[in-house]
């Protein structure tokens, strides 16, 4: 077990000595405990073999320079500058958040970016300035649409975070897909199937073989199938696609660079790295600040009440479960998976750093 | 079958008839014959009836006068004074177009509403000004959260509208549960069962029982189950009920009021109405407008050459079966169902005016 302090302090000096700036790796350093906190790991530690491969391989720009490259009062376009994703991300979302002070709301289009740890975190920098937050990025193409068997989005996740008056935050953080592509992974190490509806073949037929992106399959649009309503998953995922890559200028769809080292960017590519698409709204542009979060928390207390199936878990808020996990985390503190440390213990001889088992 | 132009020039006449001003009883004609153009015949002309019984009611106000409420440049809250939805979402979304022209985006919250018939409409609004068009509403309860049997939200839809260059704009316009009330209303009355994953009864189980709302059932939200993802539904289902009713102060979630005659309100009420939540946003806050209609061409291109799965539909882009169907309107025209001539005609006698079966 290891406590979120050590690991932020390690992932720190991690990215400090491979050669970012103070605050960037302060910032990814953040983003990446803030994810093992909440219990995603699959965007936690496991991810910095791969952050530092992708450096390795010519792919990220330690030294960006984030730049607007185009705005109006109440938007922006931001050029992320070969950047790891979580150092492009976080600036995105505090313009969106200054311009949202000014004008009501904030909007900003990111591409030339990577990829940017949990869309959660970026959503809820704007709690604390009393706005609504709205992350979202495409990815790696692994969805196929409805009806295709070709692989031509991502997850693509949508993060929207809520403030409340005397409760926690509504935070929902979601992959437009019914499984992330890390599930998936880990059913596979088990020697797991899966669920129908979740991923397909290289055919495009129904598949329980979680290792089915390997051989040339899909993960399926949330809905799963067209009777399910798998073309609104394919909307909603297409949506996370044109916001953050048609809007920057970012690469979309297919041409989305792997964010891996072992593949290689398309040959043909249509933008800039990947792109990502913030929004910050002022609650008092809407109501009053006070009106607002009473009726936030009245909202809570009564999906609180909300009366649950036999046999099945107590109805959650989104957010809840996040919130658990970070309360056991801070208190029993952060498990890794074997492989992970080894590789971060090796990753940490390279670099001359430590790291403790 | 009928011309769309008869059925809109017939619409018209019965909401003047009624007591709309001219403009609002086109607004609602324009709505409602496009629905039936796009083939959405539940949000067409078999409303009328219910419309039409919810001013019987005393529940709708003819003569409506939407007032912004609160406001910055980029933001407004609009009060509907009761209107029919049509007429409140048109003059909502008109707000947001007029927002963005100054501010580059433009979004606003409504209270005090009802069914506004089909979302895309007021999306789709948006594209003549080269901007982008997102419409959202909260609906009846008859939505069960995951692991809940309570009906605690609406099938609560979401469109949005991209422009394009010179190909026709990317229209998505869905609800966030993966089948409608009224494709259950429809299996109900031809006595077939649905498939699992759509509905559950009145103890949260699975059922195939269309008429299971009736019984105290609910719909499942986009995903089904656990498994499949609904809690991403439920996120998803949720943020379009805080985005259309706590930003603007309508009622949230099972407050909602039904849009049926035959049901009252609930007696506690926590805010005004039905609410909605418009977008609009300009293309080029973000890039050079030529630019980004070329490259949504090539994010189209893109898509129209996904592989089909042997076997399957041609893969579609969202807005594509809408389209065919508008042809279809255009050329063969609308064919109405029996009852829903027959709800017209006894409507058409009762105000005095023709209806031609």
Request: glycine content about 10%; some cysteine; aromatic content about 8%.
């Amino acid at each position: 077990m290891y406590s979120a302090d050590y690991l932020r302090n390690f992932t720190y000096r991690f990215f400090r000595k491979l050669g970012c700036p103070e605050t960037d790796a302060s910032t990814i350093a953040d983003i990446l405990v803030a994810a093992e906190r909440r219990g995603i790991s699959s965007h936690g530690m496991i991810r910095i073999k791969n952050y530092y491969l992708l450096y390795e391989k010519g792919r990220i720009n330690l030294r960006p320079e984030i730049k607007t490259e185009r705005e109006t009062p109440g938007t922006a376009v931001v050029d992320g500058d070969s950047a790891y994703g979580m150092v492009a991300g976080k600036k995105s979302m505090q313009i969106a958040i200054e311009k949202a002070k000014n004008a009501g709301t904030g909007w900003v289009a990111t591409k030339n970016s990577s990829h940017f740890g949990i869309a959660g975190y970026y959503s809820m920098m704007a709690l604390e300035e009393d706005m609504i937050g709205i992350a979202m990025t495409n990815a790696n193409p692994l969805v196929a649409p409805t009806f295709s068997k070709s692989r031509m989005l991502g997850t693509n996740p949508i993060a929207v975070a809520v403030p409340a008056g005397k409760y926690p935050p509504y935070v929902a953080d979601f992959a437009t897909t019914p499984i992330a592509r890390g599930k998936l992974t880990i059913k596979g190490k088990q020697g797991e199937s899966v669920e129908k509806g979740l991923v397909q073949d290289a055919d495009g037929q129904p598949s329980t073989n979680p290792d089915v992106i390997k051989e040339g399959g899909a993960i399926l649009p949330l809905g799963g199938d067209r009777v399910h309503g798998s073309h609104k998953g394919y909307c909603l995922n297409s949506i996370v696609d044109i916001f953050s890559a048609v809007f920057s200028g970012a690469n979309f769809g297919p041409f989305v660079p792997p964010q891996v080292p072992f593949l290689s960017p398309p040959k043909e590519q249509v933008g800039q790295g990947l792109g990502h698409f913030f929004g910050a709204m002022r609650i008092d542009a809407f109501q009053e600040k006070e009106e607002f979060k009473n009726k936030m928390d009245q909202w809570i207390e009564t999906f609180r009440e909300a009366e649950s199936i036999e046999g099945e878990p107590e109805v959650m808020l989104p957010g809840d479960p996040e919130r658990a996990k970070e309360e056991e985390s801070d208190r029993y503190g952060i498990e890794l998976l074997d492989s992970v440390e080894k590789d971060l213990s090796d990753l940490a001889d390279k670099l001359g750093i430590d790291f403790e088992i």
